[in-house]
């Protein structure tokens, strides 16, 4: 969900990070991003205008970089099987997910062809064979928010753009970080994690955000 930033599994270690639409924070790593622990919040796990086909445009960052967009990223679409997903080869391999996330949780760690680890990283997310959330700790999204980046900020930005932030449900607190969930027509579409003394976000995710332990 490295280069020159903190390993991802240091800052799952340290709290939980944002990942897939299962639950609130995600935390994937080059070496463990299959075992990512997803946990699904109380809302829904559907992302607005997500496609389980590849045929869609895809979304760039500078350099040609895919971005992180709404149900998206790259040629990975929420929703996709996960024949589907191996076919846009953007990632490693599927395997098991964090137990936390249920029996039938899989992961597997992006791997963009033509990106390195200080522009690109994270982990999709699968349950039931269906992709359902993806996950970035380096990288950037469609709008323009980007990991580093403080929260407040990035909240101004995901609401120009015309989402709404939900109500703060206490959740962060518990897991000692601060989580923004933004939907938009009702439904979940970005989940950020952030540090709880810097604010700087940690992850962002797509429907919402994916608790890892």
Do not use: W
């Not at 996709?80 to 597997?108: D, I, K, S, Y």
């Not at 200080?118 to 950037?140: M, N």
């Amino acid at each position: 969900m490295t280069s020159n930033r903190p390993s991802h599994a240091r800052r799952c270690a340290a709290a939980a990070l944002l990942v897939l639409p299962a639950a609130l924070v995600g935390c994937s790593s080059s070496d463990d991003a299959a075992t990512t622990t997803t946990v699904k919040p109380a809302t829904t796990t559907t992302t607005a205008g997500a496609s389980s086909t590849t045929d869609a445009p895809t979304t760039t960052a500078a350099g040609g970089v895919p971005a992180l967009g709404p149900g998206s990223l790259g040629k990975i679409r929420v929703g996709q099987t996960q024949e589907q997903l191996e076919a846009t080869g953007q990632t490693g391999p599927v395997g098991p997910g964090c137990e936390a996330a249920g029996p039938n949780a899989e992961a597997a760690e992006l791997k963009v062809p033509g990106t390195t680890p200080d522009q690109l990283t994270g982990a999709v997310q699968l349950d039931e064979d269906v992709v359902s959330g993806i996950t970035i700790s380096q990288g950037r999204t469609v709008d323009g928010v980007t990991i580093d980046m403080k929260v407040d900020q990035a909240t101004k930005v995901l609401q120009d753009a015309g989402y709404t932030l939900e109500p703060d449900d206490g959740t962060g607190e518990m897991f000692g970080v601060v989580i923004a969930q933004f939907t938009k027509d009702g439904q979940p579409v970005y989940g950020l994690v952030a540090e709880q003394f810097s604010k700087k976000v940690t992850s962002i995710s797509t429907p919402s955000v994916t608790i890892c332990e």
